[in-house]
């Protein structure tokens, strides 16, 4: 599977791409909304084996894409697309991406792809997605594809020492529609 977007080209992973996951997943920066402290080889080749094992899915509900830069090649993060496991209408996504590539918009431009993936090509008549409440750059991502807050679970996640908050997020294929049609006016 492979998606184009005007800066980006979301593709499915190879096992040679460890090496590029593990070095922004090595960030402090990066580790900071993760439980873990820490990220080693065998950690990061797990990761991809993982997302190697979904590409073989019949059918195919999970799908996890590296985000690439389309003029160079080079592996940024990665963005997915998982259906819940006891239904087909409805999944939820995540992104990721390299620190030094954040701010940019390509957060918002491989997660919008995913979304249209979703809707168009899933039939999905709802995704979701959460984040940590601390984490508003995330946060806004989800905002600025209209996607809409649904809840705040307070202290639900526990990691690094303390707990933390998660924010809801959910868009449902009428809202897409609408926001579809003013992209493209």
Request: charged residues 25%; negative net charge; contains cysteine.
């Amino acid at each position: 599977m492979r998606i184009a977007t005007q800066r980006l080209i979301l593709r499915e992973f190879d096992a040679e791409d460890w090496s590029a996951v593990l070095s922004y997943q090595q960030d402090a920066r990066y580790l900071r909304y993760y439980p873990w402290t820490e990220r080693t080889e065998a950690d990061v080749q797990s990761f991809v084996r993982m997302f190697l094992g979904w590409q073989g899915e019949v059918p195919r509900r999970r799908f996890q894409l590296a985000v690439t830069l389309r003029d160079c090649g080079t592996l940024i993060g990665n963005c997915g697309i998982r259906r819940k496991p006891d239904n087909s209408w409805e999944a939820d996504i995540g992104y990721e991406l390299a620190p030094e590539y954040w701010g940019q918009g390509y957060a918002t431009e491989a997660a919008l792809a995913l979304v249209d993936f979703g809707f168009l090509e899933l039939g999905l008549d709802r995704i979701s997605s959460w984040c940590i409440a601390d984490n508003a750059a995330s946060a806004r991502v989800l905002k600025r594809l209209g996607f809409r807050q649904e809840g705040c679970l307070r202290s639900n996640e526990y990691f690094k020492g303390r707990w933390w908050d998660t924010l809801l997020f959910a868009l449902l294929k009428p809202e897409w529609a609408e926001l579809e049609q003013y992209r493209q006016a």
